[in-house]
């Protein structure tokens, strides 16, 4: 199975060179950045991009012709880290025939792994963690000058909110807005509170500028991203406190609304959600507003009480269906997907089926589902024993995976006949013909597109479906 298969929540190993940026002040060096993982990184890659073209350089997509090779790298599971080695090694062979040629590792395993890739395995010139970015001129200058340069300083404060991301890749039609970073939550299996550091909101003023500048620029669809999307706060404390009484207060629910008042064919989809933080507010917002998707990524992980303990997860099985009741209460028309880990330490057979009935009973659009890959120094690592079997966590992840087909193909059938309004997003690879985009419940619709351009939105009506797309005609 592919360790990461959800464009949702990750988009695996994306070129950014797709979109050829050159600087004005051009200092004729060439940057080649790959992204591992999830949306985030793929978002922060575009803050990379905006820093080092503004000191001169341009990208590429050919890697073999880079001066400075970056990989934006991602740990949470194993599977993830050892592609980025492979990778790597290969780029040390690119080297080997260019010994000027920079390589650079940026994000989770960056942080995660510090020096070590830099002196004990000797595959990278340069290490850079996610708050350090700023510092990556002077970085690869350090580097330049026949040094090995590392920053992996975590922050409290840096949000990047000042700086404009440059887009790589994105067709101009759909765009990540980062609205907070790092994660305080704690779920034993994760390595991102270690990586990415302790979460903090952005300035909201500057995430709605962003909003609006893209919707200029002719964007049709911003993503507002965060781990943790319902604990955004803008000077309220954790202890929801205001901090500073001249100024005003934004919680998550205010900010989806700032940014769907942007413009009514802006359309607004968020993630990640969780279920111990996500409010009524939040879905009433929602369902106020057209342009805001109606489709929650809600994470379970596990649907038995006892395993979402071990995961430190702060919700129960009951807490989580009340949550869901909650969407389908509000929005009855809302898209649901999950993330799922199967074999999660000490997981009984009894415990497993808890997460097979809650799949049943939630009836998800899709999910993105894992077996468990124990990380370092997460909690779960120090408490609890690797215990489930290698072949038990695959064969309870094929049987969950197997459900969710069925769910996902008997969800696709029922929209046969139903019209649907949808961003068109861009041509298919296979034809120029046809047309490909979503509609609001975050499903992929492939119709003719006769006359209509990408960025504007059509009706299509569904005619056909296969388990991960709906086919349809304009009307
Ligand atoms: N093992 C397997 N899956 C994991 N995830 C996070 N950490 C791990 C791990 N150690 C999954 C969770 C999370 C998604 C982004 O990745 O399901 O929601
Ligand atoms: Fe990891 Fe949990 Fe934070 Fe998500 S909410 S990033 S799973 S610690």
Redesign the pocket.
């Known amino acids: 199975m592919k360790d990461t298969i959800d464009l949702h929540?990750t988009i695996d190993e994306s070129q950014q060179g797709e979109a050829l940026m050159m600087a004005s002040n051009n200092n004729g060096k060439k940057l080649y950045l790959e992204s591992y993982g999830?949306q985030m990184n793929f978002s922060d890659s575009e803050i990379v991009a905006s820093i080092l073209i503004g000191e001169g350089f341009s990208t590429t997509r050919d890697s073999s012709i880079a001066d400075v090779i970056l990989m934006n790298t991602c740990s949470?599971?194993e599977n993830a880290e050892v592609r980025v080695r492979n990778k790597l090694s290969q780029y040390q062979k690119q080297k080997r025939n260019n010994p000027k040629l920079i390589i650079g590792i940026l994000g989770c395993m960056a942080e995660r792994l510090k020096k070590d890739l830099l002196e004990e395995e000797k595959l990278v010139d340069l290490v850079a963690g996610p708050d350090a970015y700023r510092d990556l001129p002077g970085l690869i200058q350090e580097v330049e000058s026949g040094q090995k340069a590392v920053n992996v300083l975590l922050s409290r404060e840096e949000t990047y909110a000042d700086i404009s991301p440059v887009r790589l890749g994105s067709g101009g039609v759909t765009a990540f807005i980062s609205i907070m970073r790092g994660c305080d939550n704690m779920c034993s299996?994760?390595?991102v509170p270690f990586t990415r550091g302790r979460e903090r909101s952005r300035n909201p003023e500057t995430i709605v500028k962003e909003a609006q500048e893209l919707f200029n620029n002719g964007y049709r669809e911003v993503t507002l991203l965060g781990q943790n999307v319902d604990s955004y706060r803008w000077n309220i404390s954790k202890k929801d406190e205001i901090i500073d009484a001249e100024k005003p207060t934004v919680n998550f629910a205010q900010l989806l609304e700032m940014v769907a008042l942007v413009n009514p064919d802006l359309r607004v989809r968020f993630s990640?959600s969780h279920p111990k933080d996500m409010v009524d507010d939040v879905l009433h917002t929602m369902a106020k507003h057209e342009n805001i998707c109606k489709y929650i990524h809600l994470?379970v992980?596990s649907g038995n009480s006892a395993v979402l303990k071990r995961m430190n997860r702060g919700y129960t099985r009951e807490w989580y269906l009340n949550r869901i009741e909650a969407i389908k209460r509000i929005m009855p028309d809302c898209a649901i997907s999950t993330?799922?880990?199967t074999g999660f330490c000490g997981e009984t057979q009894a415990e497993f089926e808890d997460t097979v009935s809650i799949i049943k009973e939630v009836k998800y659009n899709f999910s993105?589902m894992?077996?468990?890959?124990?990380?370092p120094k997460?909690l779960a690592e120090r408490k609890f024993e690797d215990d489930i079997p290698l072949a038990v966590k695959k064969s309870r992840l094929q049987e969950v995976i197997d459900l969710q087909h069925v769910l996902s193909k008997a969800h696709n059938k029922s929209n046969v006949g139903k019209t649907y309004k949808v961003l068109i997003e861009g041509t298919s690879k296979r034809s120029e013909k046809d047309a490909y985009g979503r509609n609001t419940q975050y499903v992929t619709c492939i119709f003719p597109i006769g006359a209509h351009k990408v960025g504007t939105y059509v009706n299509v009506k569904i005619s056909d479906y296969t388990t991960t797309t709906l086919i349809g005609e304009i009307v």
């Open positions: 929540k999830c949470i599971r299996f994760c390595v990640t994470p992980q993330d799922i880990i993105y894992f077996f468990y890959s124990e990380r997460t």
